[in-house]
């Protein structure tokens, strides 16, 4: 198991942010590939944010120019800052490689409501 650790999510109203965490005990971010995932209740999981080993990053049309993906080498840890949020980004978050494997962490629930 590599348990992916997600946290940081919470209540928002629109238009504001919020900055996602993922740890692991297991896996050196800036070695792989990763990604910030999103599933909303009914919707297939989707891909929203990448960073390479590089720190080249790459995002979903849906996302694009308010989500930043970035990590601290120094402590291990992925982010996902959120900004601007509407209602159609409330989902599930989850970290994982990408692509991914099939071993997912609980996910951090955001949600975006008035």
């Known amino acids: 198991q590599v348990q992916f650790v997600e946290s940081g999510g919470g209540l928002v109203q629109p238009g504001g942010s919020l900055r996602l965490s993922c740890t692991s005990s297991r896996v050196i971010f800036s070695i792989f590939e990763m990604g910030w995932y999103r599933q909303a209740p009914g919707i297939q999981r989707e891909l929203v944010a990448r960073i390479n080993q590089a720190e080249g990053t790459t995002y979903a049309d849906s996302v694009k120019g308010r989500f930043t993906i970035s990590r601290d080498d120094s402590q291990n840890i992925m982010y996902l800052h959120m900004d601007s949020l509407k209602p159609d980004d409330t989902a599930v978050y989850y970290c994982?490689?990408?692509?991914?494997?099939?071993?997912w962490g609980q996910g951090t629930q955001v949600t975006v409501a008035s």
């Open positions: 994982n490689f990408e692509p991914p494997l099939d071993d």
